[in-house]
């Protein structure tokens, strides 16, 4: 069986990768892309620890997961609405470009 | 230990995708590239014995939120790559540090922790009785919030999306509406 | 009877019993997969010689008749031409995507397979969510249709792929809605569990799903919904022929395009296997006299029936328009399907020692489920012009 530490290991790398992938890449869709691994990273956590706890039998860690992956799906499609509701009146995705607040 | 070997078959799989879905030039190859890692992860949580969570992820993610994500590529041009066009924002190498560093602050306590020697307990696969179970009793307060954000997501992203109306069709909006024909004058098409 | 009814699992219990102990469990799951590629592969050259057969009956010509007896080693002569046709991949094309699109389609739909219960004691895995992985792994297929449509960078592709998705996505909803009555009812997401409540007998005939209100309506909703899922005729529009030349399919030749088409089969047989499962009662016999059939039989019987009426289907019914289709699934399906939930919690509730007799059930469950149709499909086209009878006075 595989020590938990490797699960984190893997968690960790995979946050790390979305979170690279936020801070340095333009494209807006993408960006968002990267949330999702970040997110998908602590739902592994999840069920990791809840798999290797002692609380066995309650399913704590799925529950979590299971209204993780439904805030992402809706965070998905709001996200999405939004970035095609801006290239509409930006013509762009560039987030660089998206900087009209900046004081 | 095939569980073993797998695992790690599976978290490359996981990790290589994910960073060519960070990094590949063209977004639609990017979410493909994702879509990929997503199902890789749902394989892991299958090992992980959340059998209920792994196909979730494999329908939620795989089947929904990959195809958005592509749809929103290709409804924002997103494909269309311009060999001028800088693929980074101009301070990635900024970016990359933090990243980096984010990574390392949590490696740290991952590796001095004791986890490393635990093993998991015996157990049977959850039951999905039980999960729902739970839904309904001790969750069922999230769950119903839930579906309340779900539906006002769903509703938001449908507002939010639908295409504006032109300004000409706002000051007279019978202009652009074509009449439908009546059954009497389709009728009077058709006849010699 | 019993042997002949377990004759398949005992054969693999005899065979494993002669390999060493080591290699066993391995040798099991090997086991299962030829039986399913076997049997389904059979299936698939079988339906297409009958599928076409049967159409040209429809159409009032003979089909295939030249190769073998009776034009049945058609397949044989399909599957060498495709084999040895060139494979051309456009200069433009995205090479890997494109080489990709068919084995993300064909191979999540073998998985498909594993949860189903063939007959007794017959089910590849027995997982406790069966009928949720059934669908998960169905997710891929629109994957591998966009991947195939926008890799052959043509325009005809790229607008099947996006047609296919929007078809996919629009009656993924009735169709997963469709099972849920079955799933509350059952108590159970495990496919064996859910055959398993079906079983019993009354006067003789069998407790299906297919023989209540809310089992018979969403039987139809479902196979509907499982129609135009597997891109079959009416709902064909992804590869309309007279329109969009292929759709996804047309920068595909050779192999490739004989893996689109194995993969749509498979969709079709999976997705059937689904329907006999969740409503027709798996591999029991319809009636309590035929119970010395074996269970296997049973199960092939009801596919081949649910084939058939699909052939004739395709056949019978002309194509629809895209909008037609998608306020088809959202205006009338989805609308039916949830009607259909609240008849099977009536349903649920009445049995509960409120002492209603079943003919008030079935008739308290159609006062809901027919005004709902009646009304949905009068909505479906709002300015229906009165038939004028032009010709025929």
């Given at each position: 069986m595989t020590p938990l530490s490797q699960y984190l290991f893997l968690s960790t790398l995979l946050f790390a990768i979305g979170f690279a992938g936020v801070v340095t890449r333009r494209n807006a869709v993408i960006v968002l892309v990267g949330i999702e691994f970040m997110l998908n990273a602590a739902n592994l956590n999840f069920i990791a620890f809840w798999r290797y706890g002692?609380?066995?039998?309650?399913p704590t860690g799925i529950m979590a997961v299971m209204f993780s992956i439904a805030i992402a799906a809706a965070e998905a499609a709001v996200g999405l609405a939004l970035i095609i509701a801006v290239y509409r009146h930006r013509k762009t995705t560039q987030l660089e470009k998206l900087d009209t607040l900046k004081g | 230990m095939p569980n073993n070997i797998s695992f790690y078959i599976f978290a490359v799989g996981v990790l290589a995708t994910a960073t060519a879905a960070m990094r590949l030039r063209n977004p639609v190859h990017c979410a493909l590239a994702a879509a990929a890692a997503f199902a890789g992860l749902a394989v892991i949580y299958f090992q992980l014995d959340a059998e209920f969570i792994s196909f979730a992820q494999l329908l939620i993610y795989v089947g929904a939120i990959s195809i958005l994500v592509i749809f929103a590529v290709l409804l924002t041009r997103g494909?269309?790559?311009?060999?001028?066009?800088?693929?980074?924002?101009?301070h990635w190498l900024t970016g990359l540090a933090i990243a980096v560093l984010v990574a390392f602050v949590i490696a740290v306590p991952v590796c001095s922790s004791?986890?490393?020697?635990k093993i998991a307990p015996k157990m049977t696969v959850a039951p999905v009785k039980l999960i729902g179970e739970e839904l309904m009793t001790r969750y069922l307060f999230p769950l119903e919030t839930m579906g309340l954000l779900l539906t006002v997501a769903l509703i938001g992203a449908a507002v939010i999306a639908l295409r504006e109306p032109e300004e000409s069709e706002i000051r007279n909006?019978?202009?652009e509406i074509r009449k439908q024909p009546t059954t009497e004058e389709l009728v009077a098409e058709v006849q010699p | 009877m019993n042997n002949l009814d377990q004759i398949f699992v005992y054969a693999k219990y005899w065979l494993l019993s002669?390999?060493?102990?080591?290699v066993q469990s391995l040798v099991s799951i090997v086991l299962d997969i030829i039986a399913i590629i076997a049997v389904f592969g059979t299936c698939f050259a079988l339906t297409t010689i009958l599928e076409r057969k049967g159409l040209g009956r429809i159409q009032n010509r003979y089909g295939p008749?030249?190769?073998g007896p009776c034009g049945l080693l058609q397949p044989m002569a399909d599957a060498i031409k495709m084999l040895t046709k060139e494979d051309i991949v456009p200069f433009a094309a995205d090479k890997v995507v494109h080489y990709l699109a068919p084995l993300v389609l064909t191979v999540p739909i073998w998985l498909a397979?594993?949860?189903?219960?063939?007959?007794?004691?017959?089910?590849a895995i027995d997982l406790d969510a069966g009928v949720l992985f059934f669908f998960a792994v169905g997710g891929a297929s629109e994957l591998a249709v966009f991947m195939a449509g926008w890799s052959s960078r043509n325009k005809y592709s790229l607008v099947g792929a996006m047609r296919a998705i929007a078809q996919m996505i629009s009656y993924e909803v009735p169709l997963v809605l469709a099972t849920i009555p079955v799933i509350m009812l059952s108590g159970s997401l495990n496919l064996n569990k859910i055959v398993e409540a079906q079983s019993g007998y009354a006067f003789g005939v069998a407790q299906w799903n297919v023989f209540t209100p809310w089992g018979f309506a969403g039987f139809f909703l479902f196979l509907i919904a499982a129609t135009a899922e597997s891109n079959r005729?009416?709902?064909d529009l992804p590869e309309g022929e007279s329109e969009i030349?292929?759709?996804?399919?047309?920068e595909y030749s050779g192999f490739k395009y004989a893996l689109f088409f194995l993969g749509e089969y498979l969709g079709l047989f999976a997705v059937t296997a689904l329907s006999v499962t969740l409503f027709?009662?798996?591999?029991?016999?319809?009636l309590q006299v035929l119970e010395f059939l074996p269970s296997w039989f049973c199960f092939f019987v009801k596919f081949a029936a649910i084939i058939a009426v699909f052939i004739w289907v395709r056949g019978t019914v002309p194509r629809l328009r895209f909008d037609q289709l998608l306020n088809f699934s959202w205006r009338f399906l989805v609308p039916l399907t949830l009607v259909n939930l609240l008849v099977a919690v009536v349903w649920h509730f009445t049995?509960?020692?409120?002492?209603?007799?079943q003919s008030l059930r079935w008739l308290i469950s159609a006062a809901m489920i027919v005004p709902a149709y009646v009304y949905f499909g009068r909505a479906l086209s709002p300015n229906r012009p009165t038939r004028i009878y032009q010709y025929a006075e």
């Open positions: 002692v609380s066995g039998a309650a | 494909s269309d790559i311009q060999p001028g066009v800088e693929l980074a924002s101009p004791s986890f490393g020697e909006p019978k202009s | 002669q390999l060493p102990g080591g008749n030249r190769v397979f594993s949860v189903i219960p063939f007959g007794r004691e017959m089910s005729s009416p709902f030349i292929a759709g996804f399919l047309t027709l009662g798996g591999w029991h016999a319809p049995s509960l020692g409120a002492g209603l007799d």
